[in-house]
Nanobody, 129 residues
């Protein structure tokens, strides 16, 4: 059983920064693509960013240029550095593991919730104006 534990959320003013972390259990972390999604109150869970096992990265248009995803396979951890935060970034942020090992999945599928089988409990990010 894989466990994903997010941390690093909090309250920040607009224009500020936060770094989220997601620690994963298991010995095969490096073989899977990982992603961050977020869900604001009353809205659907939406894709934020993904990183392939090989290191390729993808971002939603709404965060491109402001957020950076990275991974440290030695620590079984994936990060999301969030800069220039806006009130619209307020949401619960979830870490997820892709259901396919290795994964040459097309990027459009990496942005789909259905492509992930393990999820963390979420960490709240609140950006005040």
């Amino acid at each position: 059983q894989v466990q994903l534990v997010e941390s690093g959320g909090g309250l920040v003013q607009a224009g500020g920064s936060l770094r989220l972390s997601c620690a994963a259990s298991g010995r095969t972390f490096s073989s899977y693509s990982m992603a961050w999604f977020r869900q604001a109150p009353g809205k659907e869970r939406e894709f934020v960013s993904a990183i392939r096992w090989s290191g390729g990265t993808y971002y939603s248009d709404s965060v491109k240029g402001r957020f950076t995803i990275s991974r440290d396979n030695a620590k079984n951890t994936v990060y999301l550095q969030m800069n220039s935060l806006k009130p619209d970034d307020t949401a619960v942020y979830y870490c997820a593991r892709n259901r396919y090992v290795g994964s040459s999945r097309p990027s459009v599928l990496l942005a789909s919730k259905d492509d992930y089988d393990y999820w963390g409990q979420g960490t709240q990010v609140t950006v005040s104006s």
